[in-house]
């Protein structure tokens, strides 16, 4: 699969399905069982989604796609590539989009890739000119985003899906991070901390990440890697580990495909909603996550083994929530956190005796 190339599906290769979801890299991760669902349902499907660069790294090697169409960012301003996409598009004469992104963008690239019917939903989860570009509409009636961007299939006659992620393995990377633990020493057992997340309104203190990096060294013998994936969280990071005394350390450089072979490596992830937390927990990796103006019970690390924290929320469109006060998140105290960490390290710990 190469996104750079068009492709042309197989005469015999039906029905033709255009996933929309361009980003970002959390919002690309809760779509993942979408595909899932669809290549399960209809095995001879021709299977593609549309995607930004940089979350499209995370879809390049998975084993339910067919087609990966790079969509550059700011598309609809730039004549060249609204020609590019529309032939590499119309090439393949897709049945079914399924925008499970909701915005204009996403809905007009179905439009110009000429999908017989299209998908989206009929609730604030469709936005702008997306439910007015559709052919179908859903009401979606589940709480969580895994679960209600599952039922955006219905439409096809797909219901009563196990949600599964299948999130590709990265050799390369894994090996990579297993040659760098063993130079630095890091144990086989460790957390994660992800301190950054894109909206202020979602961070949490470094100085309580720092706490309970210093409590999880003392009570469970278990360090904590910082990591980060920019200049200013490389700076949030250290902040974290000058408050741990020591327990914490700040990761090295990671691309995408490495925080993905480290997060399956480690006991813990530790983080704010964001990307890298909801990519922890699609590979299987117990997670604590915190949260503030968006409610846990539907942006939460999707599974039974993750645990979210949250101690008041904020009944608003995301563009109030996004500029929320601090107090939302510094409502969330230590102990509590510390508390959810050891539910998830005493449950590893008695599943490793067992």
Not at 93 to 121: E, H, M, N, P, Y
Not at 179 to 185: L, T
Not at 298 to 326: F, I
Request: charged share 20%.
């Amino acid at each position: 699969m190469d996104g750079s190339q068009p492709q042309s599906p197989p005469p015999d290769r039906s029905p033709r399905i255009l996933i929309l979801r361009l980003s970002s890299l959390g919002d690309v991760v809760l779509t993942l069982p979408v595909l899932c669902a669809l290549r399960k349902a209809f095995p001879r499907a021709w299977l593609a989604w549309a995607c930004e660069p940089a979350p499209a790294r995370l879809l390049r090697l998975h084993p339910d796609l067919d087609q990966l169409i790079i969509v550059p960012k700011r598309w609809l301003l730039r004549p060249f590539a609204i020609a590019k996409l529309c032939g590499q598009l119309r090439r393949v004469r897709f049945q079914w989009a399924i925008d499970v992104q909701g915005l204009t963008k996403s809905a007009l690239l179905g439009r110009l890739a000429g999908a017989c019917r299209q998908v989206t939903f009929a609730t604030r989860d469709a936005r702008e000119l997306s439910p007015l570009l559709a052919t179908d509409l859903v009401y979606p009636r589940a709480s969580h985003i895994v679960e209600r961007n599952l039922q955006l299939l219905q439409v096809l006659g797909v219901s009563e899906v196990a949600p599964e992620f299948r999130v590709p393995a990265f050799p390369q990377s894994a090996e990579r991070i297993r040659a760098w633990r063993g130079q630095a020493g890091w144990p086989e057992r460790f957390a994660i901390i992800n301190p950054g997340a894109a909206w202020s309104s979602k961070r949490w203190p470094p100085e309580r990440f720092g706490a309970v990096a210093r409590y999880l060294a003392a009570k469970w013998a278990v360090p904590s890697l910082v990591v980060w994936g920019s200049p200013s969280e490389h700076a949030l990071a250290e902040e974290v580990v000058a408050h741990s005394a020591g327990a914490a350390a700040v990761a090295p450089p990671t691309s995408l495909e490495d925080l993905v072979e480290l997060a399956r490596q480690a006991a813990l992830f530790l983080s704010a909603d964001t990307g890298p937390l909801h990519l922890a927990a699609a590979v299987g990796t117990p997670c604590v996550g915190l949260y503030g103006p968006w409610p846990a019970e539907r942006c939460g690390p999707y599974g039974a083994q993750h645990l979210s924290v949250q101690k008041m929320r904020l009944d608003a469109p995301s563009h109030v929530r996004r500029k929320a006060s601090p107090q939302f998140m510094l409502a969330i105290d230590v102990p509590t956190v510390c508390a959810a960490c050891d539910q998830i390290l005493s449950r590893k710990s008695q599943s490793a005796a067992a």
